[in-house]
């Protein structure tokens, strides 16, 4: 459930959807400035949720301690304030400095938050768990923080959200016979398009940035996207234009890259 949608927009913008329904575009200062008019509606959503179901599991979004922004930060500090919910950190060990993180966020909480704290998860261990059994003992002892688990990495390869997580997928290519390259547009939209060719043992689907790579790919997919035009003049920058007139390849144009087509 997400009672306020924030989609990419334009620079500085963005579409603003509440429960469902567009309420138009805003830049990013209008949107600050009028956030306690957005507060009612995640607060509602909690209420309804809290009607029926026993555990509710609020994800956030993005670090909960930038501390020029707390006093508007709609999807952690006000719902964990507002109905004073336990509070599980997750850190990505994978990007490095994960202690770091951890004592960092914890100590940069408000103190009514930081007595609401039960326990930190450690995502994305990649080789020997055992190798962080000493990181664990670390965490709990120093930071006085409880390790609730240690999650090892494994490609999911399914229900990408944004263009970060759609290169976490890992292929076996030994079966494959057709190369697929999508060029991976600055705003690429519609991630779960590629969901399929992923998952089929015969393809091996591959992200591009440069027209040099389009020689290996038997087909090229010019994805979606949430602004065409700059995306257009990317093509164009990048060099790309030239090799997708020449039809020398089987091309396939989805949404906004089929009006980048045209």
């Not at 306020?4 to 600050?32: E, F, M, P, R, T």
């Not at 994800?59 to 709609?74: F, H, I, K, Q, Y």
């Not at 389009?214 to 010019?222: F, P, T, V, Y």
């Amino acid at each position: 459930m997400n009672p306020v949608l924030l989609k990419s927009g334009g620079k500085s913008k963005a579409h603003i959807i509440v429960n469902g329904k567009s309420i138009g575009n805003k830049d990013v200062w209008s949107y600050y400035r009028d956030i306690n008019t957005l507060k009612p509606f995640a607060s509602l959503a909690f209420k309804k949720l809290q009607e029926t179901y026993e555990c509710i599991v609020a994800e956030g979004a993005g670090s909960p301690v930038e501390l020029n922004l707390m006093d508007r930060d709609l999807s952690n500090i006000y719902i964990a304030d507002e109905f004073n919910t336990k509070i599980v950190f997750v850190a990505d060990i994978q990007r490095g400095g994960v202690f770091a993180s951890i004592y960092g966020v914890y100590q940069l909480l408000p103190e009514k938050l930081r007595q609401n704290v039960i326990g930190v998860i450690v995502n994305k261990f990649q080789g020997d768990m055992t190798l962080f059994d000493e990181g664990v003992e670390i965490i709990q002892e120093r930071f006085g923080i409880k390790v609730l688990g240690v999650v090892p990495f494994k490609p999911f390869n399914l229900g990408f959200e944004d263009s970060a997580s759609i290169m976490n997928y890992i292929q076996d290519t030994q079966k494959a016979i057709i190369r697929v390259g999508v060029i991976r547009l600055p705003h690429i939209s519609n991630f779960t398009d590629f969901e399929p060719l992923i998952t089929d043992p015969e393809i091996e689907l591959v992200f591009i940035s440069n027209p040099s790579e389009l020689i290996n790919c038997h087909a090229i997919i010019l994805p979606g996207t949430k602004r065409v035009i700059d995306d257009l003049n990317w093509l164009r920058q990048r060099g790309f234009e030239k090799a997708l007139k020449s039809k020398k390849k089987v091309i396939i144009a989805i949404c906004g890259g089929y009006e980048m087509m045209f």
